[in-house]
């Protein structure tokens, strides 16, 4: 899992083009940009779950710009890396197994709002459905013991991370009709977001 990152820059290196330094270098700024900018999100929570999980201000919405922008190997990357740290910041461990699939793994799954360009709103739910199928599948797996009686293992994981996740992703969608963010993300395809 730890190789998935650098094997994902390699593959992203090799299909590079012309003026690739150029391109390198504006990707891994706006990369790091939109981590930190999401780090920084997430510690704005509007409601916190009790078994891990939180609602924040759009704490994912800069890696799903950033994906769109560039496409979904960068934003998978990206999203690894906010999955990295945000393990670093306020972690939910019940297994070692389960820091995978909760953290890297389904942080870097929001990468894959870059597989539809076309529609933000449907990119940020491809992004919600690719996080959300690893915290269900940890949910199932990991967390079985926090199952209410009488509850299914596979409905209770959907609920409990659907909620969470879900109302996160219907805010991302809300203020992607906002016209300045979608101006960000005209000027970090242009590659003009961060000149004068």
């Known amino acids: 899992m730890i190789l998935l990152p650098v094997m994902l820059l390699l593959f992203h290196r090799s299909r590079e ?43 994912m919405l800069p890696i799903i710009i950033f994906a769109v922008a560039f496409g979904p190997l960068p934003g998978i990357l990206a999203g690894f890396a906010l999955g990295l740290l945000n393990l670093i910041q306020d972690p939910y461990i019940v297994h070692w197994m389960q820091i995978f699939l909760d953290y890297p793994l389904a ?13 933000l709103s449907i990119s940020a739910l491809i992004a919600g459905i690719g996080r959300l199928s690893m915290s269900f599948l940890s949910g199932i797996i990991f967390f079985r013991e ?20 879900g109302a996160e992703i219907f805010i991302i969608i809300l203020l992607l009709q906002v ?14 977001l961060l000149t004068n």
């Open 107 to 119: 942080y870097g799954a929001l990468g894959l709002a870059g597989i539809y360009r076309k529609h």
């Open 17 to 59: 083009s012309q003026g690739g330094r150029l391109l390198q270098t504006k990707v891994l700024v706006y990369g790091s940009l939109c981590v930190a900018l999401s780090f920084l999100l997430s510690y704005i929570r509007l409601f916190r779950m009790p078994q891990g999980g939180s609602v924040t201000l759009a704490g």
């Open 146 to 165: 926090f199952t209410p009686e009488g509850w299914n293992d596979v409905i209770y994981s959907i609920v409990y991370n659907g909620s969470f996740i």
């Open 179 to 192: 016209p300045q963010v979608q101006s960000v993300l005209k000027q970090m395809r242009r590659g003009t």
